[in-house]
Nanobody, 129 residues
Framework: QLQLVESGGGLVQAGGSLSLSCAAS????????VGWFRQAPGKEREFVGGFSWRGGSTSYPASVKGRFTISRDNAKNTVYLHMNSLKSEDTAVYYC??????????????????????WGQGTQVTVSS
């Protein structure tokens, strides 16, 4: 059973940077497509970046493109979300999510929260203006 644990959240000033980690245990993480989401109070969970399970494709929404980057270290079974030029509107709880890679969807990046089967507990990111 895959378990995900996020870490690295905290308080940062606007314009600053922060990197989040998502460590997986129980399975080989490289066999999973991974997405990062965030949820601010009173808002729906929002996709902020994701990998295909083969790792060849990534996707970012316009709200974070050019500022957020995802990476993965298969040896450490960990995925990262690197966030730069943070804005107050980036304040949210950030979650990583995973979906087991399917043979015919090697380069599919899943954008919807409903598509993922496994979730971490989330980590709070607060950007002060």
């Amino acid at each position: 059973q895959l378990q995900l644990v996020e870490s690295g959240g905290g308080l940062v000033q606007a314009g600053g940077s922060l990197s989040l980690s998502c460590a997986a245990s129980g399975v080989t993480f490289s066999s999973y497509a991974v997405g990062w989401f965030r949820q601010a109070p009173g808002k729906e969970r929002e996709f902020v970046g994701g990998f295909s399970w083969r790792g060849g494709s990534t996707s970012y929404p316009a709200s974070v493109k050019g500022r957020f980057t995802i990476s993965r270290d298969n040896a450490k079974n960990t995925v990262y979300l690197h966030m730069n030029s943070l804005k107050s509107e980036d304040t949210a709880v950030y979650y990583c999510a995973a979906k087991f890679g399917l043979p015919f969807y090697t380069e599919t990046v899943y954008l919807g929260a409903f598509e993922y089967d496994y979730w971490g507990q989330g980590t709070q990111v607060t950007v002060s203006s």
